[in-house]
Protein backbone atom coordinates (compact mmCIF):
# COMPACT_ATOMS: atom_id res chain seq x y z
CA UNK A 1 0.00 0.00 0.00
CA UNK A 2 2.93 2.17 0.86
CA UNK A 3 3.60 2.67 -2.91
CA UNK A 4 0.35 4.69 -3.38
CA UNK A 5 1.47 7.43 -0.22
CA UNK A 6 2.70 10.42 -2.15
CA UNK A 7 6.45 10.25 -1.68
CA UNK A 8 6.38 13.27 0.41
CA UNK A 9 4.57 11.17 2.89
CA UNK A 10 5.61 7.78 3.08
CA UNK A 11 7.99 8.16 6.14
CA UNK A 12 4.95 9.86 8.20
CA UNK A 13 2.54 6.83 7.10
CA UNK A 14 5.50 4.08 7.70
CA UNK A 15 6.31 5.01 11.21
CA UNK A 16 2.89 5.81 12.20
CA UNK A 17 1.82 1.86 10.63
CA UNK A 18 4.79 0.56 12.42
CA UNK A 19 4.60 2.21 15.96
CA UNK A 20 0.87 1.21 15.88
CA UNK A 21 1.68 -2.28 15.04
CA UNK A 22 4.29 -2.24 18.55
CA UNK A 23 0.94 -1.03 20.19
CA UNK A 24 2.35 2.59 20.51
CA UNK A 25 -0.34 5.27 21.01
CA UNK A 26 -0.84 6.61 17.72
CA UNK A 27 -3.71 9.07 16.46
CA UNK A 28 -6.33 6.99 14.83
CA UNK A 29 -7.34 9.23 12.14
CA UNK A 30 -4.93 11.37 10.29
CA UNK A 31 -4.88 12.88 6.47
CA UNK A 32 -2.04 12.35 3.73
CA UNK A 33 -1.59 12.09 0.16
CA UNK A 34 -1.66 9.48 -2.49
CA UNK A 35 -1.53 8.99 -6.10
CA UNK A 36 -4.38 7.59 -8.13
CA UNK A 37 -3.33 5.56 -11.52
CA UNK A 38 -3.66 8.42 -13.07
CA UNK A 39 -0.69 10.29 -11.36
CA UNK A 40 -2.85 12.65 -9.84
CA UNK A 41 -2.45 13.73 -6.27
CA UNK A 42 -5.50 13.26 -3.80
CA UNK A 43 -6.31 13.17 -0.12
CA UNK A 44 -7.31 10.60 2.00
CA UNK A 45 -8.73 10.51 5.58
CA UNK A 46 -7.63 7.45 6.84
CA UNK A 47 -9.11 6.01 10.72
CA UNK A 48 -7.21 2.73 11.45
CA UNK A 49 -7.57 0.65 14.54
CA UNK A 50 -5.21 -2.79 15.14
CA UNK A 51 -6.75 -5.95 14.86
CA UNK A 52 -5.79 -10.03 14.48
CA UNK A 53 -5.98 -10.90 10.67
CA UNK A 54 -5.60 -15.14 10.54
CA UNK A 55 -3.75 -14.88 14.08
CA UNK A 56 -1.59 -12.36 13.26
CA UNK A 57 -1.30 -8.08 14.29
CA UNK A 58 -2.93 -6.24 11.86
CA UNK A 59 -4.13 -2.99 10.60
CA UNK A 60 -7.99 -2.18 9.74
CA UNK A 61 -7.68 1.24 7.85
CA UNK A 62 -11.12 2.77 6.52
CA UNK A 63 -9.68 5.64 3.65
CA UNK A 64 -12.35 8.40 2.39
CA UNK A 65 -11.60 10.80 -0.77
CA UNK A 66 -11.20 14.23 1.42
CA UNK A 67 -9.78 16.11 -2.05
CA UNK A 68 -12.46 18.78 -2.50
CA UNK A 69 -12.74 19.27 1.02
CA UNK A 70 -8.49 19.74 1.40
CA UNK A 71 -8.72 21.95 -2.10
CA UNK A 72 -11.77 24.29 -0.28
CA UNK A 73 -10.33 24.38 2.82
CA UNK A 74 -6.42 25.47 1.22
CA UNK A 75 -8.64 28.01 -0.66
CA UNK A 76 -10.36 29.18 2.23
CA UNK A 77 -7.49 29.73 4.08
CA UNK A 78 -5.64 31.16 1.23
CA UNK A 79 -9.00 33.74 0.74
CA UNK A 80 -8.54 34.53 5.09
CA UNK A 81 -4.73 35.14 4.32
CA UNK A 82 -5.37 37.76 1.50
CA UNK A 83 -8.16 39.07 3.02
CA UNK A 84 -6.63 39.37 6.24
CA UNK A 85 -3.35 41.20 4.64
CA UNK A 86 -5.57 43.57 3.10
CA UNK A 87 -7.46 44.27 6.41
CA UNK A 88 -3.83 44.35 8.54
CA UNK A 89 -2.17 46.65 5.47
CA UNK A 90 -4.98 49.09 4.71
CA UNK A 91 -3.65 52.42 4.90
CA UNK A 92 -7.35 53.33 5.66
CA UNK A 93 -8.58 52.39 9.66
CA UNK A 94 -11.00 49.58 9.89
CA UNK A 95 -13.03 48.64 12.97
CA UNK A 96 -15.62 46.47 13.68
CA UNK A 97 -17.88 47.15 16.10
CA UNK A 98 -20.45 44.67 17.75
CA UNK A 99 -24.04 46.04 17.52
CA UNK A 100 -24.99 44.59 20.77
CA UNK A 101 -22.90 46.02 22.69
CA UNK A 102 -21.34 49.26 20.65
CA UNK A 103 -17.69 48.33 21.53
CA UNK A 104 -14.81 47.39 18.95
CA UNK A 105 -14.30 43.46 18.59
CA UNK A 106 -11.74 43.99 15.63
CA UNK A 107 -9.16 46.87 14.52
CA UNK A 108 -6.14 47.14 11.95
CA UNK A 109 -3.07 48.98 12.51
CA UNK A 110 -4.29 51.85 11.08
CA UNK A 111 -7.15 52.54 12.92
CA UNK A 112 -4.72 52.04 16.35
CA UNK A 113 -2.23 54.60 14.60
CA UNK A 114 -5.21 57.24 13.92
CA UNK A 115 -6.31 56.82 17.32
CA UNK A 116 -3.08 57.14 18.88
CA UNK A 117 -3.28 53.48 20.14
CA UNK A 118 0.08 51.23 20.40
CA UNK A 119 -1.59 48.18 18.89
CA UNK A 120 -5.02 47.38 17.57
CA UNK A 121 -5.43 45.05 20.59
CA UNK A 122 -6.29 47.93 23.15
CA UNK A 123 -8.55 49.23 20.90
CA UNK A 124 -10.78 45.76 21.73
CA UNK A 125 -13.38 46.99 23.81
CA UNK A 126 -13.07 50.34 23.33
CA UNK A 127 -16.42 52.60 22.71
CA UNK A 128 -15.87 54.22 19.79
CA UNK A 129 -18.81 56.95 20.75
CA UNK A 130 -15.94 57.77 23.96
CA UNK A 131 -13.30 59.39 21.44
CA UNK A 132 -16.26 61.78 19.76
CA UNK A 133 -16.45 65.62 21.28
CA UNK A 134 -19.56 65.41 23.75
CA UNK A 135 -21.69 68.13 21.58
CA UNK A 136 -21.67 65.89 18.79
CA UNK A 137 -21.68 62.30 20.53
CA UNK A 138 -25.66 61.58 19.91
CA UNK A 139 -25.63 62.91 16.31
CA UNK A 140 -23.35 60.66 15.62
CA UNK A 141 -23.99 57.92 17.60
CA UNK A 142 -27.63 58.08 16.00
CA UNK A 143 -25.98 58.48 12.63
CA UNK A 144 -24.06 55.04 13.11
CA UNK A 145 -27.17 53.02 14.24
CA UNK A 146 -29.23 54.20 11.14
CA UNK A 147 -26.26 54.15 8.47
CA UNK A 148 -23.93 51.03 9.79
CA UNK A 149 -26.59 48.72 11.55
CA UNK A 150 -30.19 49.50 10.33
CA UNK A 151 -30.78 50.83 6.50
CA UNK A 152 -27.22 49.86 5.64
CA UNK A 153 -27.09 53.02 3.59
CA UNK A 154 -23.31 53.02 2.74
CA UNK A 155 -23.14 57.36 4.04
CA UNK A 156 -20.17 58.71 3.82
CA UNK A 157 -19.73 60.65 7.50
CA UNK A 158 -17.83 63.52 8.26
CA UNK A 159 -17.09 63.63 12.11
CA UNK A 160 -14.45 65.11 14.71
CA UNK A 161 -12.85 62.28 17.04
CA UNK A 162 -10.44 62.96 20.01
CA UNK A 163 -7.72 60.21 20.05
CA UNK A 164 -6.30 58.83 23.21
CA UNK A 165 -3.50 61.58 23.48
CA UNK A 166 -6.44 63.86 23.12
CA UNK A 167 -5.72 65.43 19.72
CA UNK A 168 -8.87 66.89 18.06
CA UNK A 169 -8.91 64.86 14.33
CA UNK A 170 -11.16 65.04 11.71
CA UNK A 171 -12.20 61.39 9.96
CA UNK A 172 -14.55 60.63 7.22
CA UNK A 173 -15.97 57.31 7.60
CA UNK A 174 -18.85 54.62 6.21
CA UNK A 175 -19.96 52.01 8.26
CA UNK A 176 -22.10 48.84 6.17
CA UNK A 177 -23.91 45.98 8.13
CA UNK A 178 -21.85 42.63 8.60
CA UNK A 179 -21.30 39.76 10.74
CA UNK A 180 -18.57 38.78 12.93
CA UNK A 181 -18.53 35.52 14.51
CA UNK A 182 -22.11 34.75 13.88
CA UNK A 183 -23.00 37.97 15.85
CA UNK A 184 -24.49 41.46 14.14
CA UNK A 185 -21.91 43.98 13.75
CA UNK A 186 -21.14 47.05 11.64
CA UNK A 187 -17.81 47.05 9.83
CA UNK A 188 -16.37 50.57 9.69
CA UNK A 189 -13.89 52.07 7.22
CA UNK A 190 -12.20 55.30 8.63
CA UNK A 191 -10.01 57.93 6.93
CA UNK A 192 -8.28 60.66 8.90
CA UNK A 193 -8.66 63.89 6.95
CA UNK A 194 -7.75 67.02 9.57
CA UNK A 195 -5.26 67.81 6.76
CA UNK A 196 -7.26 68.08 4.08
CA UNK A 197 -10.18 69.98 6.33
CA UNK A 198 -7.46 72.43 7.55
CA UNK A 199 -6.81 73.31 3.99
CA UNK A 200 -10.29 74.06 3.23
CA UNK A 201 -10.45 75.94 5.96
CA UNK A 202 -7.44 77.96 5.30
CA UNK A 203 -8.73 78.27 1.44
CA UNK A 204 -12.10 79.29 3.06
CA UNK A 205 -10.56 82.07 5.24
CA UNK A 206 -8.35 83.38 2.32
CA UNK A 207 -11.34 83.79 0.05
CA UNK A 208 -13.17 85.85 2.46
CA UNK A 209 -10.15 88.27 2.88
CA UNK A 210 -9.87 88.81 -0.61
CA UNK A 211 -13.65 88.76 -1.05
CA UNK A 212 -13.58 91.26 1.48
CA UNK A 213 -11.20 93.21 -0.08
CA UNK A 214 -12.33 93.16 -3.56
CA UNK A 215 -15.93 94.10 -2.80
CA UNK A 216 -14.57 96.96 -0.97
CA UNK A 217 -11.83 98.61 -2.82
CA UNK A 218 -12.67 101.94 -5.18
CA UNK A 219 -11.59 100.56 -7.76
CA UNK A 220 -13.81 98.30 -9.84
CA UNK A 221 -12.08 94.26 -10.13
CA UNK A 222 -13.50 92.64 -12.99
CA UNK A 223 -13.43 88.88 -14.25
CA UNK A 224 -14.57 87.80 -17.49
CA UNK A 225 -14.35 84.21 -19.52
CA UNK A 226 -12.12 84.56 -22.76
CA UNK A 227 -15.19 85.09 -24.32
CA UNK A 228 -15.31 88.24 -22.40
CA UNK A 229 -18.70 86.87 -20.37
CA UNK A 230 -18.47 88.21 -17.04
CA UNK A 231 -17.78 85.90 -14.29
CA UNK A 232 -17.32 88.48 -11.47
CA UNK A 233 -17.49 92.20 -10.73
CA UNK A 234 -16.88 93.67 -7.62
CA UNK A 235 -19.73 96.01 -6.16
CA UNK A 236 -17.78 99.22 -6.66
CA UNK A 237 -18.95 99.04 -10.07
CA UNK A 238 -22.34 100.71 -8.87
CA UNK A 239 -20.44 103.83 -7.82
CA UNK A 240 -18.77 104.19 -10.72
CA UNK A 241 -21.72 103.79 -13.43
CA UNK A 242 -24.56 103.58 -11.87
CA UNK A 243 -26.03 99.89 -12.49
CA UNK A 244 -26.44 97.22 -9.66
CA UNK A 245 -23.63 94.02 -9.77
CA UNK A 246 -26.90 91.55 -11.21
CA UNK A 247 -27.23 94.24 -13.88
CA UNK A 248 -23.48 94.61 -14.76
CA UNK A 249 -23.70 90.96 -15.21
CA UNK A 250 -26.55 90.22 -17.63
CA UNK A 251 -25.19 92.87 -20.17
CA UNK A 252 -22.15 92.86 -22.58
CA UNK A 253 -19.00 95.06 -23.06
CA UNK A 254 -21.68 96.50 -26.16
CA UNK A 255 -23.66 97.92 -23.58
CA UNK A 256 -21.30 99.18 -21.51
CA UNK A 257 -18.04 100.65 -23.05
CA UNK A 258 -18.99 103.25 -25.90
CA UNK A 259 -18.52 102.28 -29.73
CA UNK A 260 -14.73 103.23 -29.99
CA UNK A 261 -13.54 101.99 -26.63
CA UNK A 262 -15.07 98.56 -27.38
CA UNK A 263 -12.99 98.60 -30.48
CA UNK A 264 -9.94 99.83 -28.88
CA UNK A 265 -10.71 96.85 -26.14
CA UNK A 266 -11.30 93.95 -28.08
CA UNK A 267 -8.11 95.00 -30.38
CA UNK A 268 -6.05 95.02 -27.08
CA UNK A 269 -7.87 91.74 -26.04
CA UNK A 270 -6.90 89.67 -29.18
CA UNK A 271 -3.05 90.82 -28.90
CA UNK A 272 -2.99 89.50 -25.74
CA UNK A 273 -4.15 86.41 -26.76
CA UNK A 274 -2.62 85.40 -29.52
CA UNK A 275 0.89 86.43 -27.93
CA UNK A 276 -0.67 84.11 -25.32
CA UNK A 277 -0.44 81.47 -28.01
CA UNK A 278 2.81 82.13 -28.83
CA UNK A 279 4.68 82.26 -26.09
CA UNK A 280 5.03 85.71 -25.76
CA UNK A 281 4.32 88.58 -23.06
CA UNK A 282 0.32 88.65 -22.84
CA UNK A 283 0.24 91.67 -20.31
CA UNK A 284 -0.55 94.38 -22.41
CA UNK A 285 -0.14 98.81 -21.36
CA UNK A 286 -2.80 99.84 -19.30
CA UNK A 287 -5.25 101.98 -21.62
CA UNK A 288 -8.07 104.74 -21.09
CA UNK A 289 -11.53 103.04 -22.55
CA UNK A 290 -15.22 105.33 -22.13
CA UNK A 291 -17.68 104.00 -20.03
CA UNK A 292 -21.44 104.30 -20.47
CA UNK A 293 -23.75 104.83 -17.09
CA UNK A 294 -26.95 103.65 -16.27
CA UNK A 295 -27.90 107.58 -16.86
CA UNK A 296 -26.54 107.47 -19.90
CA UNK A 297 -23.52 110.04 -19.18
CA UNK A 298 -19.87 108.54 -19.86
CA UNK A 299 -16.99 107.88 -17.69
CA UNK A 300 -13.50 107.74 -18.35
CA UNK A 301 -11.33 104.99 -16.76
CA UNK A 302 -7.69 103.33 -17.25
CA UNK A 303 -8.00 99.54 -17.55
CA UNK A 304 -5.58 96.78 -16.73
CA UNK A 305 -6.22 93.34 -18.24
CA UNK A 306 -4.21 89.98 -17.49
CA UNK A 307 -4.49 86.24 -17.58
CA UNK A 308 -6.16 83.77 -14.75
CA UNK A 309 -4.14 80.41 -15.42
CA UNK A 310 -4.95 76.94 -14.29
CA UNK A 311 -2.48 74.54 -13.03
CA UNK A 312 -1.25 74.08 -16.34
CA UNK A 313 -0.17 77.54 -16.20
CA UNK A 314 -2.98 77.92 -19.29
CA UNK A 315 -5.57 80.82 -19.20
CA UNK A 316 -8.98 79.75 -18.39
CA UNK A 317 -9.94 83.62 -17.28
CA UNK A 318 -9.00 87.29 -17.68
CA UNK A 319 -9.16 89.89 -14.73
CA UNK A 320 -8.80 93.42 -14.89
CA UNK A 321 -9.17 96.38 -12.46
CA UNK A 322 -11.18 99.73 -13.63
CA UNK A 323 -9.99 103.42 -12.42
CA UNK A 324 -11.92 106.51 -12.89
CA UNK A 325 -9.91 109.01 -14.48
CA UNK A 326 -11.95 111.41 -15.07
CA UNK A 327 -10.61 113.97 -12.85
CA UNK A 328 -7.33 113.24 -14.11
CA UNK A 329 -8.11 113.69 -18.06
CA UNK A 330 -9.87 117.05 -16.96
CA UNK A 331 -7.32 118.19 -14.88
CA UNK A 332 -4.43 117.73 -18.40
CA UNK A 333 -7.20 119.43 -20.41
CA UNK A 334 -6.84 122.09 -18.15
CA UNK A 335 -3.08 122.45 -18.59
CA UNK A 336 -2.98 121.53 -21.76
CA UNK A 337 -5.57 124.78 -22.74
CA UNK A 338 -3.66 127.02 -20.57
CA UNK A 339 -0.15 125.97 -21.98
CA UNK A 340 -1.86 126.68 -25.82
CA UNK A 341 -3.17 129.91 -24.42
CA UNK A 342 -0.35 130.90 -22.75
CA UNK A 343 2.25 129.68 -25.99
CA UNK A 344 -0.27 131.83 -28.06
CA UNK A 345 0.78 134.84 -26.01
CA UNK A 346 4.53 134.40 -25.58
CA UNK A 347 4.76 133.67 -29.42
CA UNK A 348 2.49 136.40 -30.61
CA UNK A 349 3.95 139.68 -28.47
CA UNK A 350 6.69 141.99 -29.95
CA UNK A 351 8.89 141.68 -26.66
CA UNK A 352 11.21 138.71 -26.71
CA UNK A 353 10.46 136.30 -23.88
CA UNK A 354 13.37 134.35 -22.73
CA UNK A 355 14.50 131.68 -20.00
CA UNK A 356 18.03 129.97 -19.24
CA UNK A 357 19.05 127.46 -16.32
CA UNK A 358 21.30 128.20 -13.46
CA UNK A 359 24.26 128.46 -15.74
CA UNK A 360 22.65 130.55 -18.66
CA UNK A 361 22.14 127.93 -20.72
CA UNK A 362 19.07 129.39 -23.05
CA UNK A 363 16.31 126.87 -22.50
CA UNK A 364 13.14 128.81 -24.00
CA UNK A 365 13.46 132.23 -26.74
CA UNK A 366 10.32 133.42 -28.20
CA UNK A 367 9.89 133.62 -32.40
CA UNK A 368 9.91 137.45 -31.41
CA UNK A 369 13.58 137.29 -31.26
CA UNK A 370 14.12 136.95 -34.54
CA UNK A 371 12.48 140.68 -35.65
CA UNK A 372 15.14 141.78 -32.86
CA UNK A 373 17.99 140.19 -33.57
CA UNK A 374 18.07 138.18 -37.07
CA UNK A 375 18.92 135.13 -35.81
CA UNK A 376 16.18 132.38 -35.44
CA UNK A 377 14.76 130.99 -32.33
CA UNK A 378 17.25 127.40 -33.25
CA UNK A 379 20.17 130.19 -33.55
CA UNK A 380 19.72 131.48 -30.28
CA UNK A 381 18.99 128.55 -28.72
CA UNK A 382 22.16 127.23 -29.98
CA UNK A 383 24.27 130.11 -28.55
Not at 137 to 166: F, Q
Request: charged share 30%; net charge negative.
Amino acid sequence: FIEFVHPDDRQMVSERYLRRMKGEDVPSGYSFRVIDKQGDIRWVQMNALTAIWQGAPAVVCFLTDVTERRMAENRLKQSEAEYRNLFENSQDGVEVIDAETGRIILANQAAANMFGFDSPGEMVGVDPIEYIPSEDRERVAGMMLEYMLEKDLHNLMEIRARTKDGRLIWVSAIGVKTEYQGRLAGLVSLRDITEQKETEEALRQRERHYRLLADNVSDVIWVTDLDMNPVYVSPSVTRLIGYNVNEVMSRTLADILSPSSLRLAQAAFLRALNLERGGGSSQPPPMEVELVRKDGSTVWVESTLSFIRDADGLPVEVMGVLRDVSERRNANAVIRDSERRYRLLAENISDVIWVTDMNLKPTYFSPSVTRLTGYSVEEVMAG
